[in-house]
């Protein structure tokens, strides 16, 4: 059974960097992309970015190219995000997904595809 857990939210302050986690168990590595999500109060749910388990390879959304970095570390089973030139509008409850067997053979960056769900990681961005 597939388990997702984030871990490395907290409070920076802009300009600032954090790391989050997402630890994965009970997956098929040659199948799966992980992306990452996140929600502000009020806002939609948004893709940030996604990485297919097997090829490594990774895409962004707009607002966090340059500045995010997605990767997955395969000894340990996390795919992490690094998240550096923080601003108070990266502000939002970060969420950890896995889409166990996209259609196309690439993530996207998308909120459907994305079946199951970690529990998320609160990130404030403030002086």
């Known amino acids: 059974q597939l388990h997702i857990a984030e871990s490395g939210g907290g409070l920076v302050q802009p300009g600032g960097s954090l790391r989050l986690s997402c630890a994965i168990s009970g997956f098929n590595k040659d199948r799966v992309a992980v992306g990452w999500f996140r929600q502000a109060p009020g806002k939609e749910r948004e893709a940030l970015s996604c990485?297919?388990?097997?090829?490594?390879?990774?895409f962004y959304t707009d607002s966090v190219k340059g500045r995010f970095t997605i990767s997955r570390d395969n000894a340990k089973n996390t795919a992490d995000l690094q998240m550096n030139s923080l601003r108070p509008e990266d502000t939002a409850d970060y969420y950890c997904?896995?889409?166990?067997?996209?259609?196309?053979?690439?993530?996207?960056?998308?909120?459907?595809?994305?079946?199951?769900w970690g529990q998320g990681t609160q990130v404030t961005v403030s002086s």
């Open positions: 990485i297919m388990w097997r090829t490594g390879r990774t």
């Open positions: 997904a896995v889409d166990v067997n996209p259609v196309f053979g690439e993530c996207v960056l998308l909120r459907s595809p994305y079946e199951e």
